[in-house]
């Protein structure tokens, strides 16, 4: 699976998820400073499933009706939470909701996991 990760999510998951195989590509390495918008477009454009901890995302995607075929989206909304702690709660959800990452909005808290459909995906 291929990730998009926001600059807001911290170095440590980055380091995690490439340890665990996962293609990843961030966005603070690779295009730092970038516009929520541009990010959702390289995400869309790359295939990538996007993570992110910045609630603006849900808000384009969903009340602004941006569809950019964009291929997933975790929302990792755990803000008390330590780095380490996300970082496992992530790595959970990976491995037991790999299939359902795709054409879905994924919010992922501390105890619980929402899911809802990405508007426009028809895959």
């Known amino acids: 699976m291929r990730w998009l ?20 590509t961030s966005v603070l390495e690779s295009m730092r400073g970038a516009t929520d918008l ?20 849900g808000e384009l995607i969903f009340r602004h009706a941006i569809r950019n075929r964009l291929r997933g ?4 909304r755990m803000p008390t939470a330590s780095n380490a702690a ?7 959800i990976i ?5 359902r990452m795709t054409g879905n909005y994924l919010v992922v808290g501390e105890r619980r996991t929402r899911i809802r459909p990405l508007p426009g995906w028809d895959a």
Request: net charge negative; glycine share 0%.
């Open 5 to 24: 990760v926001d600059e807001c999510v911290a170095v440590e998951i980055i380091h995690a998820m490439r340890h665990k195989h996962e293609d990843v």
């Open 95 to 99: 491995a037991a909701m790999q299939a």
């Open 73 to 76: 989206c975790v929302l990792l």
């Open 38 to 57: 541009e990010v959702l477009r390289r995400a869309a454009r790359d295939d990538s499933i996007l993570l992110t901890e910045d609630n603006d995302f």
């Open 86 to 92: 996300k970082t496992e709660r992530l790595l959970a």
